[in-house]
């Protein structure tokens, strides 16, 4: 049975990923920052805050005590819609240390793990938004960017151990968090990308579990749904 670690399983996408995976036999751990109400024999909640070091330390232990760690999910992230003029240095830092930091402590402590057990598969999500150089989000593509950079390095130094890193981008997904957002946003990015009618929550998660389980995934790639 193999074994997944997923970020921000509390709703969105991250939920929708848990529960496809855990239809097909995962078992699955998931890690928020708050209780969550995703309740199944084979799945695993943990409090914790991805930004905290040590947090996400011991909890990749407590996992870990169980048995191998198959796959892990950076997923947990957040967004900001600011003209660069006008973003606050408070809301850069706050993204960079979500976005970047939360994978950077997550991929590190896992891959600890997967480079003792001789393999695993890291999936980091990235956004369109970093291809496309959106305006109106240079603080969270910069955090993003930085997540594909890491993910290419870290390909590299891991692919020895027999663990693949890849990097998996998505457009506008819609959720509870998009629909805030006003749709003649979405409408451009979604065009921009050839997917005008824009990408549902198991859309998104048809794309992330068809490249977890394409056994030729390249490790070190970045690849995004949509057309560019």
Not at 73 to 86: D, E, I, K, M, T
Not at 107 to 118: C, D, I, S
Not at 124 to 153: H, Q
Request: aromatic residues 4%; charged residues 20%; contains cysteine.
């Amino acid at each position: 049975m193999s074994t997944a670690l997923i970020t921000g399983t509390s709703q969105g996408v991250g939920r929708a990923l848990a529960e496809r995976l855990l239809a097909e036999g995962w078992t699955v751990h998931g890690f928020a920052r708050g209780e969550q109400t995703l309740t199944h024999d084979r799945f695993h909640n943990h409090v914790v805050d991805v930004t905290d070091e040590a947090a996400v330390r011991a909890a990749v232990a407590v996992v870990a005590e169980a048995g191998r760690i198959d796959l892990l999910v950076n997923n947990a992230g957040g967004a900001a819609l600011n003209a660069f003029l006008l973003t606050p240095g408070s809301v850069a830092e706050s993204l960079m240390r979500v976005n970047y930091l939360g994978t950077f402590h997550c991929l590190q402590a896992v891959g600890k793990v997967m480079v003792r057990q001789r393999g695993g598969l890291v999936v980091n999500l990235t956004t369109v938004a970093v291809p496309l150089s959106l305006e109106g989000e240079a603080a969270y593509v910069a955090s993003k960017a930085a997540v594909e950079a890491l993910t290419k390095v870290a390909a590299k130094e891991l692919a020895p151990q027999g663990v693949r890193v890849v990097a998996l981008g998505l457009g506008p997904v819609d959720t509870r968090l998009t629909r805030a957002v006003p749709h003649a946003s979405l409408a451009k990015i979604n065009a921009a990308i050839g997917r005008p009618q824009g990408t549902t929550l198991a859309q998104a998660v048809d794309f992330i579990l068809s490249r977890i389980h394409d056994v030729e995934l390249k490790s070190g790639g970045v690849e995004y749904l949509g057309e560019f």
